[in-house]
């Protein structure tokens, strides 16, 4: 029985057989449509992280994401970074083309049509007499509202201590309801016709008519548009 030597040559091939593959080079471009892809598709930014779990081994995130942001740098969409994550967004110069404005409408509370009403009737009035006309205080809000929407205006300052600033209604305010003037308003019979009024009010009740309102005040200055509602000289 004849002994049969290894031949050297065979363990070398089968050491070789059994090595890992070079791993494939990655050209930057491919990275860098990858990189391009995911932050379009994506919901929300993304970071380097994120990006590498989804990308090929061995691909270079970082030089996709200079190269891309360079590459888009004063095109109408830029790459940005914001607290370490990606993303694609509209050129700020370009912002105001994403601008709509539309027209927003607002329903006003009890609180500011009931305030509405008496500034209309008893122009001009002072703020602390809608509260006592109303019965209960009036928010600072409510008023700010009726100044902001345009319908009412601070006309002057009554002649009395402290000198308060009074309120009235606007020119808007009379196009808005279809007033040729305050004289238009309703007055008892129409509202009584129209269900508003009880037919048991006292006998004695009447609604002011403002078109013959005569108030004591005094037109507002140029320096009172941010003045206090009451002049502090009468405090001192």
């Known amino acids: 029985m004849?002994?049969?030597?290894?031949?050297?040559?065979?363990?070398?091939?089968?050491?070789?057989?059994?090595?890992?593959?070079?791993?494939?080079?990655?050209?930057?471009?491919?990275?860098?449509?990858?990189?391009?892809?995911?932050?379009?598709?994506?919901?929300?930014?993304?970071?380097?992280?994120?990006?590498?779990?989804?990308?090929?081994?061995?691909?270079?995130?970082?030089?996709?994401?200079?190269?891309?942001?360079?590459?888009?740098?004063?095109r109408g969409v830029e790459l940005v970074c914001v607290a370490d994550q990606w993303r694609f967004t509209t050129a700020?110069?370009?912002?105001?083309?994403?601008?709509?404005?539309?027209?927003?409408?607002?329903?006003?509370?009890?609180?500011?049509?009931?305030?509405?009403?008496?500034?209309?009737?008893?122009?001009?009035v002072?703020?602390?007499?809608?509260?006592?006309?109303?019965?209960?205080?009036?928010?600072?809000?409510?008023?700010?509202?009726?100044?902001?929407?345009?319908?009412?205006?601070?006309?002057?300052?009554?002649r009395s201590p402290g000198r308060p600033v009074t309120y009235g209604t606007t020119e808007a305010f009379l196009s808005h309801f279809g007033l040729g003037g305050l004289s238009d308003l309703p007055g008892a019979s129409d509202m009584r016709a129209a269900g508003l009024l009880d037919i048991n009010v006292p006998a004695d009740f009447s609604i002011p008519d403002p078109a013959r309102a005569v108030g004591e005040e005094d037109p507002l200055g140029e320096d009172d548009a941010d003045a206090p509602e009451f002049h502090q000289d009468f405090l001192e």
């Not at 065979?10 to 995911?38: G, K, N, Y």
């Not at 601008?99 to 305030?115: F, I, V």
């Not at 703020?127 to 009412?152: C, F, H, M, N, P």
């Open 92 to 124: 700020p110069d370009l912002a105001f083309l994403m601008t709509e404005e539309r027209e927003e409408q607002r329903r006003l509370s009890k609180a500011a049509m009931e305030t509405l009403a008496i500034i209309a009737y008893h122009q001009p």
């Open 2 to 74: 004849s002994d049969v030597l290894p031949d050297p040559d065979e363990d070398e091939l089968d050491v070789e057989a059994f090595e890992a593959p070079a791993p494939r080079r990655i050209a930057p471009e491919d990275t860098q449509r990858q990189v391009e892809a995911l932050l379009f598709a994506a919901a929300g930014p993304l970071s380097a992280a994120d990006l590498r779990k989804r990308l090929p081994e061995g691909s270079d995130v970082g030089r996709a994401l200079a190269e891309l942001r360079q590459r888009y740098a004063g």
């Open 126 to 158: 002072t703020r602390a007499e809608i509260e006592q006309i109303r019965g209960v205080g009036l928010s600072k809000g409510t008023l700010d509202l009726l100044l902001e929407i345009g319908w009412v205006r601070m006309r002057g300052r009554r």
